[in-house]
């Protein structure tokens, strides 16, 4: 039995109704996310169904144990424009926050919650707090209807030290005081991608401590979650996908480090996957590349590195960031194919390996001009007029589908191009030997007939 299996309660079925988790078995602290679930679909399918889901869930519990079907994934989307780069980060056009509701508004389902993924920062001693950065937004967001994931970064201005892990705590504790009593306010992302190091405008991993402050970060939440009487919030933290040989003894600190106060607070652990964008490169056309990125790396964090920290199988996992810039060499019609492939790979796994949520980074570009597509992310220009990704999107979030856009990229044309050349050269041939060739046998294919 692995690590991941034998921590926790990892035994304990879970039976879904609409957006409901219900956990047979569990453990009672596993009480609080039964209630938050049930205060997130009584928002959106009113009182009149409270009774039925009880009968339901009280008839679930007399039902011997079996493997549920996966509830339908919750969607979000980072509403801002911003990214952090890799390289030096370019200009921003500017926000227009009317423009930008109304985007939202469109994209969201009628009868189902949509997640707004926002970002505050911790820069050390004397940091803007998380309400200062960001409450306006949160309070607006929410009066709209929209539920709130907020990401508290590590991003220390000195470089990190053990005084910045404390002061992250603390900064951690603070917003959840803050924010507990909305109801909208759901989840909180502790530190951002700090398996990665060297991109300091992009993930924690740069700034020292940073694993450190993962793990007493997410302690923290889970003491002031319960000091506040927050059911509704889930904690969490993300990880970039990557299979590089560090990733094992990045694991494997939190495993030892982390113990079961930090499995105990922790809800789900977010992935973080670009496709022929970011992270480990697979084969094939777009479609094929993606649908193997996003699949392998699910199995990855799953089955190879959550055992590794000890991380139990109750808890969930989210695709907290995935995305495709649009840019030179990559046409909007090539980020509506990597989008249909991203969400079709999580959702063909997502009861596999316990997928319920996932986030589309994001809204709008930072700069449709620029040469580089580190600026342009967005489902939407920095004008905020639509490209075509963006009803894609707000159509799969609907539950429909979108039609299939057949990209042949120039290596594609290239090879179909030498294949009609070789297949005229051979037919030529043919006819000057005048040779009569049999048929060749039609090709067998797998599965019944």
Do not use: C
């Given at each position: ?48 169904y409270a009774a ?211 499995v105990s607070a ?69 980020q509506v194919q ?112």
């Amino acid at each position: 039995m692995s690590a991941g299996q034998g921590s926790g309660p990892a035994s304990a079925n879970v039976v879904h109704i609409g957006f409901l988790r219900f956990r047979l078995g569990a453990a009672p602290a596993d009480e609080r996310h039964m209630h938050a679930d049930l205060a997130r679909w009584r928002s959106f399918r009113g009182r009149g169904y409270a009774a039925t889901v009880a009968l339901l869930a009280a008839a679930t519990l007399l039902v011997a144990p079996q493997r549920a079907a996966a509830a339908p994934l919750v969607f979000g989307i980072y509403p801002g424009g911003a990214a952090g780069t890799v390289g030096p980060s370019g200009p921003l056009a500017p926000e227009n926050p009317a423009l930008r509701l109304a985007a939202l508004e469109q994209l969201r389902p009628a009868n189902a919650p949509f997640v707004l993924h926002l970002y505050a920062g911790y820069t050390g001693a004397g940091s803007w707090t998380a309400a200062q950065q960001v409450g306006s937004e949160i309070a607006q967001y929410t009066q709209a209807g929209f539920e709130i994931e907020l990401v508290l970064t590590y991003r220390p201005a000195d470089g990190g030290s053990p005084a910045d892990v404390t002061g992250f705590d603390a900064f951690v504790s603070q917003t959840i005081d803050a924010f507990a009593s909305n109801p909208r306010f759901v989840s909180l992302q502790v530190t951002n991608e700090a398996n990665v190091g060297g991109a300091p405008n992009a993930s924690d991993g740069f700034y020292a401590g940073a694993q450190d402050a993962l793990i007493t970060g997410v302690i923290a939440a889970g003491q002031e979650i319960a000091r506040t009487g927050a059911s509704q919030l889930q904690v969490g933290f993300n990880w970039a996908y990557a299979d590089d040989p560090g990733e094992t003894a990045f694991w494997r600190y939190l495993g030892a480090h982390g113990g079961p106060a930090f499995v105990s607070a922790l809800d789900w652990v977010g992935l973080d996957a670009y496709p022929d964008t970011w992270g480990p490169a697979a084969r094939g056309g777009l479609v094929a590349s993606t649908t193997t990125t996003m699949k392998s790396a699910l199995r990855a964090l799953r089955t190879t590195y959550l055992p590794l920290a000890g991380i139990p199988s109750r808890v969930a996992l989210h695709v907290s960031e995935n995305g495709y810039p649009t840019g030179p060499g990559r046409t909007y019609a090539m980020q509506v194919q990597a989008l249909r492939a991203s969400i079709a790979a999580v959702e063909a796994d997502s009861s596999r390996y316990g997928v319920t949520d996932y986030r589309w980074f994001d809204l709008r570009d930072a700069d449709s001009a620029s040469s580089s597509f580190e600026s342009q992310y967005g489902l939407m220009t920095d004008t905020y007029a639509p490209k075509p990704a963006f009803w894609a999107y707000r159509s799969l979030v609907a539950g429909g589908a979108v039609p299939v856009v057949t990209i042949a990229t120039r290596t594609t044309a290239t090879r179909r191009a030498r294949h009609r050349l070789r297949a005229r050269r051979s037919q030529a041939r043919r006819r000057r030997r005048h040779v009569k060739l049999r048929p060749r046998a039609a090709r067998r294919t797998r599965g019944p007939a």
